[in-house]
């Protein structure tokens, strides 16, 4: 089944300490999204990819950057995780061309020590 | 930008009962209106969509309206089920590039047996 696919589930990882989150999809969607969730809270918007066009929010902070290297594979990564950083990190996807609707993948919860 | 505002944010029915959430939005440009149900631990699910140019749209015992004059529009879960139990966010947008989301605070609905 076309599906989007995140890496790990969990990860735990140090204050401080670089860290980097995978997605892949293989829905042949050209539009990624990568968005923050805490507890209780809706999801925010990190960053989005158009093609290879990377669009970045107003209120991203720094620590957080990505990479697209082709369709299918977008990273997260977070330079120097700090302790607000723990969240669950969520990966979607859609097609601009197509009915645009945004499909989610399971996410990866994300503990900084 | 657009602002999408959810009530309410916690809802308990009784099983069998049915359970509505309601959404309102402030930009009318908006045309693409999508709900996702996130269980605990796992990604938002989309369950339903419409866009502006119907008024309501029906998936079993799912079902979404909206009225575009004054800019909201409901969930309705009907006869719900305790696997019905979950966190609903509402979302809107412009569907053109990007498909950018708003999302609404969430609702927690839980179905009592």
């Known amino acids: 089944d076309a599906m989007v696919i995140q890496n790990p589930r969990y990860q735990v990882t140090q204050f401080g300490k670089p860290v980097t989150l995978s997605c892949s999809q293989t829905l042949n969607h050209n539009v990624m999204y990568w968005y923050q969730q805490k507890s209780s809270q809706a999801p925010k918007l990190l960053f989005h990819?158009?093609?290879?066009?990377?669009?970045n929010e107003a209120d991203t902070p720094d620590n957080f950057q990505s990479r697209r290297p082709n369709t299918s594979f977008c990273f997260l990564d977070i330079r120097s995780p700090g302790l607000g950083d723990a969240a669950m990190y969520l990966c979607?996807?859609?097609?601009?061309?197509?009915?645009?609707?945004?499909?989610f993948g399971p996410g990866t919860r994300l503990t900084v020590l | 930008g657009e602002n999408v505002e959810q009530h309410p944010s916690t809802l308990s029915v009784q099983e069998g009962d049915s359970a509505v959430i309601k959404c309102t939005y402030s930009?009318?440009?908006?045309?693409?209106f999508p709900w996702y149900k996130q269980e605990l631990g796992k990604g938002p699910q989309l369950i339903i969509d419409i866009r502006s140019n119907v008024g309501e749209k029906k998936d079993q015992r799912i079902a979404v309206t909206l009225n575009k004059t004054a800019k909201h529009f409901s969930l309705h879960i009907t006869e719900t089920q305790p696997e019905d139990s979950a966190v609903y966010f509402c979302?809107?947008?412009?569907?053109?590039?990007?498909?950018?989301?708003?999302f609404g605070k969430g609702n927690q609905v839980v179905v009592i047996p």
């Open positions: 979607a996807t859609s097609s601009s061309n197509g009915h645009n609707e945004q499909f």
């Open positions: 990819y158009y093609d290879k066009d990377f669009n």
């Open positions: 930009d009318s440009a908006s045309n693409y």
């Open positions: 979302a809107a947008s412009a569907l053109y590039g990007n498909n950018r989301l708003a």
